[in-house]
């Protein structure tokens, strides 16, 4: 209930937005320089708040994005309404009943973005004002894990959470103890379960707000459903995969797409194939073997953003942020994410999928699993040239959170989390930090022991 009322108060929000942009616009450019007589002015807002709040909903604008990056949801609101801007004056552009003057919509859809950006600003500010600063405690079973969480919170949106302190997880009477210093508490994924159990009903009963990082497992265990047998309860688990149904939906979807992004595509793959063996030596497009579903392999076409051979004398190497081996066209490709257009063809051939986790090479899945036992589970799916993984996090975002995404992609799959994601990619394409390489690990985090009265963490 409180999810869906804060959903529907901002939905209110913006309609309220959308009715006083237009409203401003209709008396500014009057009637007949919006549209023509034989257009209704009631039907013509109704379209156009209707396909706005639809298009938020597809880029996540109706989630709770008080604690999110504010830019992501500036770039988001910006794109949505552009979105909307090019599928109205197509509907308009192909209607026979109705003009709508260039400029006049231009302008119209220039307040209306503004009103709403402007809006959701005072909102977060405000929200960010009253309900930010929560006092957090990490809990960890050893220093490096709260260490982890630690730089996670400093390199989250500053100004929402104070980072007071550290606990053990084994220490439940220190928890107790220090109960009233925090405002939440934060349990690492790597506790016992047993643990995990007993320190998140203590602090539920305090009125504590509790965030944990899930496991892999617990991951597998969403959209279980419950049987009975005899009169016992039991909670029944599939493996991770897409019904036939949803398998043919989405083999349709991804050969519709691909062919129209391929068409539109077509002068930046020609332009492209022509300036790369230009700039840097070597072929325009570079292939290489990736794994696939089930296990299988296939080669992944790319257009080469590296030196030819870049791996000759290192072997297999994951990018780092400033990779000498990235070509100065390849750094634009990377940004811009154009290296990945030829995967259409890989699309077109079923090797991939437009939305998915992303295809690795057999020598770091080998790696992954031996940190990650779970990690075959991506496999039960065709992988993608973008996935839920490439949208919430980065290119640095570690092996483990992203395996996190994509369990949460193959659980939670249909047609409309597929066109969210591809929507949301061009949000992703446009903020190059995403695109940023592997980066060492901050080893010089300290952890000061947690006192009586108080803890401290300090670098």
């Known amino acids: 209930m409180r999810g869906n009322v804060f959903k529907w108060n901002v939905m ?41 709040l639809f298009v938020f909903s597809l ?69 960010k004002k009253m309900f930010g600063k929560r006092k957090v405690a990490i809990i960890g079973d050893h220093e490096q894990s709260i260490a982890v969480l630690v730089e996670k919170f400093q390199n989250h949106n500053q100004g929402w959470f104070d980072i007071e302190g550290f606990l053990t997880a084994e220490n439940l009477k220190e928890i107790e103890l220090s109960i009233h210093q925090y405002d939440i508490f934060v349990l690492s994924s790597e506790i016992h379960k047993d643990q995990k159990a007993q320190i998140i009903s203590y ?19 969403h959209g279980a459903i419950t049987q009975q047998i005899d009169d016992m309860p039991v909670i029944s688990l599939s493996p991770p995969s897409l019904s036939l149904g949803g398998k043919v939906i989405k083999r349709i979807f991804d050969i519709a797409i691909s062919v129209i992004l391929l068409i539109f595509s077509s002068p930046f793959i020609i332009l492209l194939y022509i300036c790369i063996p230009l700039t840097s030596k070597g072929s325009a497009i570079f292939k290489q073997e990736r794994i696939g579903r089930n296990g299988k392999p296939f ?29 100065i066209l390849g750094r634009v490709l990377r940004a811009t994410r154009l290296d990945e257009l ?30 990650l036992p779970d990690y075959s589970l991506r496999l039960t799916v065709k992988p993608g040239i973008t996935g839920f993984a490439q949208v919430q996090g980065n290119y640095s975002t570690s092996v483990e959170d992203k395996l996190r995404y994509d369990l949460m992609y193959i659980r939670n799959y ?12 061009i949000r992703v394409v446009i903020q190059p930090k995403k695109a940023r390489g592997i980066t060492e690990p901050n080893r010089d985090l300290k952890l000061v022991k947690l006192e009586k009265k108080g803890s401290a963490i300090s670098r």
Do not use: H
């Open 12 to 52: 209110l929000m913006d309609l309220a937005t959308l009715i006083l942009g237009f409203i401003l616009c209709y008396e500014l450019f009057n009637l007949n320089g919006i549209l023509a007589q034989r257009m209704n002015t009631e039907i013509l807002l109704l379209i156009l708040a209707v396909t706005v």
């Open 59 to 127: 880029f996540d604008l109706y989630t709770d994005w008080r604690r999110k990056d504010i830019q992501n949801s500036v770039y988001s609101i910006v794109l949505s309404m552009l979105v909307v801007y090019i599928g109205f004056t197509l509907f308009t552009f192909l209607s026979t009943d109705s003009y709508i003057n260039d400029i006049s919509i231009a302008f119209l859809f220039t307040i209306e973005t503004v009103f709403i950006v402007l809006l959701r600003l005072c909102v977060w500010f405000i929200d």
């Open 203 to 221: 602090c539920l009963r305090q009125e504590k707000e509790v965030m944990v990082v899930p496991e892999v497992i617990d991951l597998t265990v």
């Open 299 to 327: 080669w992944i076409y790319k257009f080469r953003s590296m030196i030819q051979d870049a791996e000759m004398k290192t072997g297999p190497v994951l990018a780092s942020e400033k990779d000498p081996r990235v070509t």
């Open 342 to 371: 030829p995967q259409l063809l890989n699309v077109l051939k079923g090797d991939m999928s437009l939305v998915g986790p992303r295809p690795e090479r057999e020598f770091f899945i080998e790696m992954f699993k031996q940190q």
């Open 414 to 425: 249909s047609l409309i989390l597929d066109v969210k994601i591809l929507l949301q990619t």
